[in-house]
């Protein structure tokens, strides 16, 4: 158990739709980043939250967004949603200790969303 | 801009036998470098990381990885694999900033 939760576990749901997948970092950790797995693309950084700030991003799309609330526990909506979109999201922490020379960052179990 | 390079998308194994996963990563500047594991209908978990220092890394689980600079490789190795060594095998690169890029997975195969 690496400390990190998610929820939901799956969710399925219509193109077209919004969803909101939650994560919860591990307790004293700042940093969140959001991923996403598929078969075709493999895994892929799509956004970093640093204690309530968006710090880095990668391929997220504009119909995605993230946020990191004042508790550090992060959201990730997934707006207009596209069969394209089905995949496995993962969420990771990190301390995010400044002038730590590489964050180990620790992935939740994911949340499996299905877009039909 | 760093990339990572996983050669072998499924590797399978005897029991008992030794197994290498092969990793090749590209970029400018220096670059942490990660392995991590992911077992059936499961999140990931980081199995070692090199950072600087000994180029032979040991891990969790009996695996270790060894940094060649020159080669630019990364590759993953354990002596003896296990049933319970099924999993998907990850190799990551970090630059200066904080984005992690991961290969495309190698799927490892426990053959009995």
């Known amino acids: 158990d690496s400390g990190v939760t998610q929820t939901p576990k799956h969710l399925i749901t219509a193109t077209g739709q919004r969803v909101t997948l939650r994560c919860s970092p591990r307790s004293g950790d700042l940093s969140v980043y959001w991923y996403q797995q598929s078969l075709d693309q493999g895994l892929q950084f799509l956004i970093q939250?640093?204690?309530?700030?968006?710090?880095a991003k990668g391929n997220i799309l504009e119909r995605f967004s993230a946020q990191q609330f004042p508790d550090l526990h992060s959201e990730l909506n997934l707006s207009s949603l596209e069969l394209g979109d089905s995949a496995l999201y993962f969420c990771a922490s990190s301390s995010g200790l400044a002038g730590a020379k590489v964050d180990t960052q620790y992935f939740g179990p994911g949340t499996r969303l299905t877009v039909l | 801009a760093q990339s990572v390079t996983q050669l072998d998308s499924q590797v399978p194994v005897f029991e008992e036998a030794p197994v290498e996963l092969r990793c090749n990563y590209s970029s400018s500047v220096s670059v942490y470098l990660f392995w991590y594991v992911q077992y059936p209908n499961q999140g990931l978990q980081l199995l070692l990381k090199?950072?600087?220092?000994?180029?032979l890394v040991k891990g969790i689980n009996g695996f270790e990885a060894e940094f060649n600079k020159s080669q630019t490789s990364f590759h993953l190795r354990k002596p003896s694999v296990h049933i319970s060594d099924t999993a998907e095998y990850f190799c990551?690169?970090?630059?200066?900033?904080?984005?992690?890029?991961f290969g495309k997975g190698t799927r490892l195969h426990i053959l009995p």
């Open positions: 090199y950072l600087s220092g000994s180029t």
């Open positions: 990551a690169v970090k630059g200066r900033d904080d984005k992690i890029i």
């Open positions: 939250y640093y204690n309530g700030e968006e710090r």
